[in-house]
């Protein structure tokens, strides 16, 4: 699944502030093609992998932890590096990265109250993660990031992301699942529809720097 990104260049001649809350950003099924390592293992030692995972490998879902999150961030900038390009522009794509998986970006769904970061492993390789927290006023979850790795597509690690989502969201007695998701980002679109969500609205978010996610506000809810 890929993230929310508008396709508006820079503009300004300064950097403006984050104007959202930090570690937000479109989410999209997406595929990154680099052929590098597929995140960190575990107890975080470097090792490289061959061009593919092997396919049986068991996949493992767990909560992440706050040492968990270099390797979070070195995945995104795999993944978006490779998918976002042709969507938004690559000035947009450092911006977000910078400011959406920073040390204390990412720390926020691992410390909020109703918030979380999952990370998806194959044997010891991290090859995606989601993220969600609470909606204020609202009796929904926001998914705020899913990715997971082009080598560990068709294999539904997704889809299982989702679902622990959606049980955090039953957990805590909320109704829906929303997310955004660039509105020029088939395929994300498409994997999300088939995991039961419907496009609720379309948005434009200015971000800061000149730059804006031109989204669709995705809803799924949830039977109790």
Same mark, same amino acid.
């Given at each position: ?18 104007? +959202? ?22 107890? +975080? $030692? $470097?090792? +490289? ?45 450092? &911006?977000? /990265? ?7 970006? /990412?720390? =926020? ?9 999952? /990370?998806?492993?194959?044997?010891? $390789? ?5 993220? &969600? ?5 609202? @009796? ?8 997971? +790795?082009?080598?560990? !597509? ?6 299982? /992301? ?9 957990? !805590? ?8 998701? =660039?509105?020029? =980002? ?5 994997? &999300? ?20 996610? @031109? ?10």
């Amino acid at each position: 699944m890929a993230p929310r990104e508008g396709r508006s260049p820079r503009t300004g001649s300064g950097r403006v502030a984050w104007r +959202h809350r930090g570690g937000r950003d479109s989410t999209a099924f997406v595929r990154g093609r680099a052929r590098v390592k597929l995140g960190a293992p575990l107890a +975080h $030692r $470097r090792r +490289h992998v061959s061009d593919r995972m092997p396919r049986s490998l068991p996949i493992r879902i767990a909560a992440a932890t706050e040492a968990d999150l270099s390797a979070v961030a070195e995945l995104a900038g795999v993944v978006w590096r490779e998918h976002y390009p042709g969507i938004i522009t690559h000035g947009q794509i450092d &911006y977000m /990265l910078e400011h959406g998986y920073s040390h204390e970006a /990412l720390m =926020n769904f691992v410390a909020e109250a109703g918030a979380g970061l999952l /990370l998806a492993y194959a044997g010891d $390789r991290l090859i995606g993660f989601g993220a &969600y927290r609470r909606v204020a006023s609202a @009796d929904e979850l926001k998914v705020e990031k899913l990715y997971v +790795h082009q080598e560990a !597509q068709g294999q539904g690690v997704g889809s299982r /992301l989702i679902a622990r989502i959606e049980e955090a969201a039953l957990a !805590q007695s909320l109704a829906s699942l929303i997310l955004n998701v =660039n509105k020029h =980002n088939v395929q994300a679109i498409r994997a &999300y529809e088939k995991n039961g969500f419907v496009i609720r609205e379309s948005v434009v978010v200015d971000i800061g720097a000149g730059y804006v996610m @031109d989204d669709y506000v995705m809803a799924k809810r949830l039977s109790r």
